[in-house]
Nanobody, 125 residues
Framework: QVPLVESGGGLVQAGGSLRLSCAAS????????MGWFRQAPGKEREFVAA????????YYADSVKGRFTISGDGPRNAVYLQMNLQKPVEKAVYYC??????????????????WGQGTQVTVVS
């Protein structure tokens, strides 16, 4: 597996913004979709957003819809997550994921094969 390289995490006050980046420059297999998940301490990994490359379709968890925007580059080498962080409960480790097996859905961890190391996002009031 090829690890994804994430960046952009940090501490932000509620109402602020962060932009997460995930690069897959060392990828061996074709990517069919990429997504973002987050995991808070003691919680299960939660779907945040995803993009399907073939048609550029994007998907969002209801909890972040309208505040987060996922996007990617043309060569499918990177995916981004622009976040308007309004809730302290959104403090979590955010993970980038890569679907290299053309999963029919992109809203569950099992739909992805490659994962980044995670980047910490802290939201304070």
């Amino acid at each position: 597996q090829v690890p994804l390289v994430e960046s952009g995490g940090g501490l932000v006050q509620a109402g602020g913004s962060l932009r997460l980046s995930c690069a897959a420059s060392g990828r061996t297999f074709s990517s069919y979709g990429m997504g973002w998940f987050r995991q808070a301490p003691g919680k299960e990994r939660e779907f945040v957003a995803a993009i399907r490359w073939s048609v550029g379709s994007t998907y969002y968890a209801d909890s972040v819809k309208g505040r987060f925007t996922i996007s990617g580059d043309g060569p499918r080498n990177a995916v981004y997550l622009q976040m308007n962080l309004q809730k302290p409960v959104e403090k979590a480790v955010y993970y980038c994921a890569d679907d290299i097996q053309a999963s029919s859905v992109l809203e569950f961890p099992a739909d992805y094969e490659l994962w980044g190391q995670g980047t910490q996002v802290t939201v304070v009031s």
